[in-house]
Antibody, heavy 119, light 107 residues
Framework: QVQVVESGGDVVEPGGSLRLSCTAS????????????MSWVRQAPGKGLEWISY????????HNADSLKGRFTISRDNARDSVILQMNSLRVEDTAMYYC????????WGQGTLVTVSS | EIVLTQSPGTVSLSPGETATLSCRTS???????LAWHQHKPGQAPRLLIY???TRAAGIPDRFSGSGSGTVLTLTISRLEPDDSAVYYC?????????FGQGTKVEL
């Protein structure tokens, strides 16, 4: 069973930066992390799911939600089986649970890491 | 960006009944890159359906997806109390993925 684990959530002041990490393991024999798309999704308090970004298996293709206006950057390190979400110029409205999701279609969800933006 | 509109917002049903959830897209989805996820409070979401109609591993056949073009449907038959959750459709077929706003199923 594939396990996805996020880390890096914290309390940060408006305008600050934060780096979230995600690792995935437990792939079927013959497959590994570098075979799969990875994406990030968030859920603000009382709101629905919002797609943030995805990166292709090789890392050559990335796409971000237009609403983020270039503040967030996704990347991956296949040698370390990890994907990173670099978040800059954070705003109060970025407060949310951030989920890492593996696969295409997006199938394996982590438990999430909480980001709170507050002064 | 493709906008997904789900209806109804909330549906209240009894165990044993059938829930029919709708997801309308602002543009036709090529190759039906449409998924349905179940999300319960305090838990990670779970993929139910992908490709509009294919059940993910371990998902019971009470859950079925159908439709094409701009109208997709998730049907949950023989509802059980554990099916209480918010259900989201998601399109992953264009460069910018999107979710619907969710439908809450109450039992």
């Amino acid at each position: 069973q594939v396990q996805v684990v996020e880390s890096g959530g914290d309390v940060v002041e408006p305008g600050g930066s934060l780096r979230l990490s995600c690792t995935a393991s437990g792939f079927t024999a013959g497959f590994n992390f570098s075979d799969y798309y990875m994406s990030w999704v968030r859920q603000a308090p009382g709101k629905g799911l919002e797609w943030i970004s995805y990166v292709s298996s090789s890392g050559s293709t990335v796409h971000n939600a237009d609403s983020l206006k270039g503040r967030f950057t996704i990347s991956r390190d296949n040698a370390r089986d990890s994907v990173i979400l670099q978040m800059n110029s954070l705003r109060v409205e970025d407060t949310a649970m951030y989920y890492c999701v593996g696969g295409y279609p997006p199938e394996w969800w982590g438990q999430g890491t909480l980001v709170t933006v507050s002064s | 960006e493709i906008v997904l509109t789900q209806s109804p917002g909330t549906v209240s049903l009894s165990p044993g009944e059938t829930a029919t959830l709708s997801c309308r897209t602002s543009q036709s989805l090529t190759n039906t890159y449409l998924a349905w996820h179940q999300h319960k409070p305090g838990q990670a979401p779970r993929l139910l359906i992908y490709g509009a109609s294919t059940r993910a591993a371990g998902i019971p056949d009470r859950f079925s997806g159908s439709g094409s073009g701009t109208v997709l449907t998730l049907t949950i038959s023989r509802l059980e109390p554990d099916d209480s959750a918010v259900y989201y459709c998601q399109q992953y077929g264009r460069s910018s993925w999107t979710f619907g706003q969710g439908t809450k199923v109450e039992l």
